[in-house]
């Protein structure tokens, strides 16, 4: 069964990076034809896809937040990871990790970040 | 971006009951429409995908219909655990975008 796991800082500070980190388990992050992306949800509100990265490391970010975004792809650890800076209040969400192929089939439980001095 | 809009935002129905729910997209996505379910404090779940195939596990109930920039959700018989946010989803273009999704409520 395979599993994604978000973790990263709960409470980050305005104009700071927030790095968050998606675990793989129970299959390699180099099989098959998936994207591994990231999406985000605000409180109350709904979904934003932030972008996504495949195994080679193609990487498509959503245009909105291009400038402030990167993604990379672990393949060693099995991990790919997502970074977001200049933060300001309006980045406060649950960000979620996902897996598809052509849409996101498989989603992490998430994890809420906090933007707040 | 494609802006896909939902309708209604709010639904309150009885169990047992038969509803549809919309998704309109500003373009046409073809066939490239899902439907995902949310529950508070969990992350969604795939119901739909391909405007009308249903994912693994899901029940008969559910059903999706539509095509080019008009699509529809149905569920034939509300059950309890239905009670939930569905967003519909294009991955025709990217950004792929979601609706703003509709919440179900128990009348």
């Known amino acids: 069964q395979v599993h994604l796991q978000e973790s990263g800082p709960g409470l980050v500070k305005p104009s700071q990076t927030l790095s968050l980190t998606c675990t793989v388990s129970?299959?390699?992050?180099?099989?098959?034809?998936?994207?591994w992306g990231w999406v985000r949800q605000p409180a109350g509100k709904g979904l934003e896809w932030i972008g996504r990265?495949?195994?080679?490391?193609?990487?498509d970010y959503n245009p909105s937040l291009e400038s402030r975004v990167i993604m990379s792809i672990d393949t060693s650890k099995n991990q790919f990871s997502l970074k977001v800076t200049s933060l300001t209040a309006a980045d406060t969400a649950v960000y979620y990790c996902?897996?598809?192929?052509?849409?996101?089939?498989?989603w992490g439980q998430g994890t809420t970040v906090t933007v707040s001095s | 971006e494609i802006v896909m809009t939902q309708s209604p935002a709010t639904l309150s129905v009885s169990p047992g009951e038969r509803v549809t729910l919309s998704c309109r997209a500003s373009q046409s996505v073809s066939g490239n429409l899902a439907w995902y379910q949310q529950k508070p404090g969990q992350a969604p779940r795939l119901l739909i995908y391909?405007?009308?195939a249903r994912a693994t596990g899901i029940p008969a109930r559910f059903s999706g219909s539509g095509s080019g920039t008009e699509f529809t959700l149905t569920i034939s018989s509300l059950q309890s655990e239905d009670f939930a946010v569905y967003y519909c989803h294009q991955n025709n273009k990217w950004p792929n975008t979601f609706g703003q999704g509709t919440k179900l409520e128990i009348k």
């Open positions: 129970g299959a390699s992050i180099s099989s098959g034809s998936y994207f």
């Open positions: 391909g405007a009308s």
């Open positions: 996902t897996r598809g192929s052509t849409r996101p089939t498989l």
């Open positions: 990265i495949d195994s080679r490391g193609n990487i």
